[in-house]
Structures are given as C-alpha cells and as structure tokens.
C-alpha cells in the first residue's frame, strides 16, 4: 500500500515570499493532518480535515496560512507572505477515521523541510 | 487545557540496557495514548497505543502501560540495540470535541554499541 505522498521535500524561500505544499493521502483514508513541527518540538497540528471539511483549525495563523482539500482527497498548505519563525518542517498524515474510540493511527508523510531566510 | 509532558533528551544507553521514558499528561476526559517513533531520515510512525486505562500498548518489545491515577504513559524496553537509536514522540488524542492529537517535544535516544 502506498503511504502519504509530499512534495517538495525542500523549499529555501526568502521572508515575504509566498510557498505551497502539496500532500497525497493513503487511499480511502477519510481524515487528513497538516502539522508543523519546529526542530527540537514535536508536531502541532495547524489543521485537520475530514473529507472536505475542516475538524479543527484554531491553531493555524489564519492571516498567513491557508489549506484546502478539494474532493476529499489531495490537500494543499499555503504559506502568504511566511516569516521567519515558519522554518519547520511541515508534515502531512492520514487516518481512515476520526470517529471512532480506538486510537486513530495516523500515517504520516515524510514531510517538507522549510526555511525561510 | 490538553498537553503531554516527556523526560528530556537526549538519553544514551548501551546496548542491552533497560530504557525508561517518562512520559505524564493533562487531559479532559478520556484520552487515547500513543507513544509515535521517528528514525533518522524517515517519518514519524506509531510505535504502540492504549485506548483506556490499565490497557498496555506493546510493540517491537516496547512496552507501555496507561496509568489514569497518575497520568501516566512510560515507555520501556527490557533490553536495547542500536538499531532503536530515534526520537520518540509521547501523543494523546482526545476523544471528544474534534479528536485533536497533542505531541510532546520528542525524547532521543542514542544506542551505543
């Protein structure tokens, strides 16, 4: 089975630039996570969906950042205009449910390195 | 509000050694516990997980076991290699109200042989 798909796997981008990441989740997996990870943190989500809709986004900067998942399937994280402190690596992860007690595994990409100079 | 709590790392061990990870956190309700391990050069992947308390998670012959009385979710290994030199992410994943999942800051560990 194939897992998370990510691109790009790097991205040098200058503050005040603008920057987008792609993810492909596990096929039929109805759940998908952006999360932001700082290097020595772990992750912290920005957002999640359920299919189209979003679960939960009060932590992602709303004046800057921005996601989508058009047909319940790819989903795309955009970053206008970043800043410094949105070095991080940015992961991707899926899950087949949301719904249900049993500890939802999450399937994660292997992520997109950002920094921003 | 929600958030989990690691030992800070890094810890080194010698092979063979007995690993502790300590790991406590602060929850409404009745969380699920997962301990996520993060190899070098590779994503974060579920290591094991406990739905309720009392429950114990097991894997790859790590072992931890989910403590409602004292919030805890310790991960242990009665004997370690090199090949278990990683970052492991202790997470929780509330089970109500959005089932958001909170990581802590990750614990490495160094296996030397």
């Known amino acids: 089975e194939a897992g998370v798909a990510q691109s790009p796997r790097y991205k040098i981008i200058e503050k005040r630039q603008s920057v987008a990441f792609w993810c492909n989740p596990i096929?039929?997996?109805?759940?998908l996570y952006w999360y932001q990870q700082i290097l020595g943190q772990g992750p912290k989500l920005l957002i999640q969906?359920?299919?189209?809709?979003?679960?939960?986004d009060s932590q992602l900067p709303k004046d800057r950042f921005s996601a989508e998942r058009l047909k319940g399937v790819d989903s795309t994280l955009k970053i206008q205009p970043a800043k410094l402190e949105d070095s991080a690596v940015y992961l991707c992860?899926?899950?087949?449910?949301?719904?249900?007690?049993?500890?939802?595994?999450?399937?994660f990409g292997p992520g997109t390195r950002l920094l921003v100079l | 509000g929600n958030s989990v709590t690691q030992m800070e790392g890094p810890v080194t061990l010698s092979e063979e050694a007995f690993l502790t990870i300590n790991c406590t956190y602060t929850?409404?309700?009745?969380?699920?516990l997962f301990w996520y391990v993060q190899y070098p050069g590779e994503g974060l992947q579920l290591l094991l997980k406990?739905?309720?308390?009392?429950d114990k998670g097991s894997n790859k012959g790590f072992e931890a076991t989910y403590r409602k009385e004292t919030t805890s979710f310790h991960l242990e290994k009665g004997s370690v290699q090199v090949s278990d030199s990683a970052v492991y992410f202790c997470?929780?994943?509330?089970?109500?109200?959005?089932?958001?999942?909170?990581f802590g800051a990750g614990t490495r560990l160094f296996v030397k042989a």
């Open positions: 992860a899926s899950s087949l449910d949301t719904g249900a007690r049993g500890g939802e595994t999450q399937y």
């Open positions: 096929s039929g997996h109805a759940t």
């Open positions: 969906f359920q299919n189209n809709g979003v679960v939960d």
């Open positions: 929850a409404t309700g009745y969380p699920s």
């Open positions: 406990a739905t309720k308390a009392d």
């Open positions: 997470a929780l994943r509330r089970n109500t109200g959005g089932f958001k999942t909170i």
